[in-house]
Antibody
Framework: EVQLVQSGAEVKKPGESLKISCKGS????????IGWVRQMPGKGLEWMGI????????RYSPSFQGQVTMSADKSISSAYLQWSSLKASDTAMYYC????????????????WGQGTLVTVPS | EIVLTQSPGTLSLSPGERATLSCRAS???????LAWYQQKPGQAPRLLIY???SRATGIPDRFSGSGSGTDFTLTISRLEPEDFAVYYC?????????FGQGTKVEIK
């Protein structure tokens, strides 16, 4: 069974750094893109970017380029999302998801999702 | 970046009725890489449809997707109580993706 398990909720102060994690199991973690999706309180889903754990190839959405850093450690089947200096506007639920639906060599839809990590940065 | 616009914002229907949700793209979606997700309160999204019209594993056949190019539709043929939720479309192209803003299907 494919599973993505995310790290627990975080409450941080503005200016602090943070790294959240997403651990995959039940499939070849190195061979599937992992994406990160933001959902601000009461709002919709936002595509942040994707990372290929096999070689750490990373593609950021223009809106998130330079705002966050994605990384992965294939040896422990984990992907990470980190901030160097949090802002109140980073308060959101963050989901990791496997970009596992592929056709004609392109993977294009998220078929399995983590449970989400709630990040709260009080202003 | 392709912008997806979903309509209507909210759909008020009764169980047993048909739901028709629209997703319009600002430019043509590559190879019909258009997916639909369902999200219920407090839960992660769930994949319903990929490639514009293929149902994901375990999705009931009352859910169907259609469309191509810039206009796509998700149809729920007969609403069940568990179908009242928020629905998002998502496209992928040029190594990135975007989501629509969502359509809420609520009980009338």
């Amino acid at each position: 069974e494919v599973q993505l398990v995310q790290s627990g909720a975080e409450v941080k102060k503005p200016g602090e750094s943070l790294k959240i994690s997403c651990k995959g199991s039940g499939y070849s973690f190195s061979s599937s893109w992992i994406g990160w999706v933001r959902q601000m309180p009461g709002k919709g889903l936002e595509w942040m970017g994707i990372i290929y754990p096999g070689d750490s190839d990373t593609r950021y959405s223009p809106s998130f380029q330079g705002q966050v850093t994605m990384s992965a450690d294939k040896s422990i089947s984990s992907a990470y999302l980190q901030w160097s200096s949090l802002k109140a506007s980073d308060t959101a639920m963050y989901y990791c998801a496997r970009l596992g639906v592929c056709s004609r060599g392109t993977c294009h839809a998220f078929d399995h999702w983590g449970q989400g990590t709630l990040v709260t940065v009080p202003s | 970046e392709i912008v997806l616009t979903q309509s209507p914002g909210t759909l008020s229907l009764s169980p047993g009725e048909r739901a028709t949700l629209s997703c319009r793209a600002s430019q043509s979606v590559s190879s019909n890489y258009l997916a639909w997700y369902q999200q219920k309160p407090g839960q992660a999204p769930r994949l319903l449809i990929y490639g514009a019209s293929s149902r994901a594993t375990g999705i009931p056949d009352r859910f169907s997707g259609s469309g191509s190019g810039t206009d796509f539709t998700l149809t729920i043929s007969r609403l069940e109580p568990e179908d009242f939720a928020v629905y998002y479309c998502q496209q992928y192209g040029r190594s990135t993706g975007t989501f629509g803003q969502g359509t809420k299907v609520e009980i009338k």
